[in-house]
């Protein structure tokens, strides 16, 4: 799709958006043990001190040792690193240095799907780059913009997100399976959104796989 686009409105019309990731807080104290010379024990022992990952996510440094609107409720989990903290004058110092740099950014990559595409050259409103992988050539890298999607679309310009999601081909194998078990043709674009039975089922929060689920009203 990305490459369609490219040759459809010019090479010089179409880049992808780059994405910027940051250091968290567990990935800081390791690499501020590491920098400051103490063995790598350190920083997991700090690192195993932290309140577990909720959904993914690490609690912000911060927040384990004051209360931070938000995450109030977890400030006791950071009990053990506070008390590392107050008694082992080497964790003091690493965490007092990840403090200085956690949460910034730690390097650049490409967004997974969206693009930008523009009525004139892209130079005319954003600076771009190519991005070539360790081994590839910058010639044939991708192009990507210097700016992230949120200040692609301050600016007005039309940003387009290209999915291929695995779950389009398994909602195509199932109603090949529907078809094949029970002789019924269903037409996904037809099925209403508004039965009782899928909406309890969706409402439970037990499936995985559901992305920007949508509908005008739900039936409970």
Known sequence: MIRYAAE???SDHVA???TFSTIKARAAVRDAARVLGYPPQLGDKIAKAMPPLVMGQDLPL???????PGHESRFVEAAELRGLYDSDPEVKHSVDVAMGFVDKRR???IHAAAVVITKDPMLDYVPVQRKSGPTGSSDDAPIVTQYEATWIEKLGLLKMDFLGLRNLAIIERTLEHITRRHGNIVDIDKVRSTIPRSSRC????TRLGSSN???TRCVS
């Open 62 to 68: 911060a927040a384990c040792f004051t209360p931070v």
């Open 202 to 205: 969706c409402a439970s929060a």
């Open 8 to 10: 459809r409105y010019g």
């Open 16 to 18: 992808q958006i780059v």
């Open 213 to 215: 689920l949508k509908a």
């Open 107 to 109: 390097q650049d990559g």
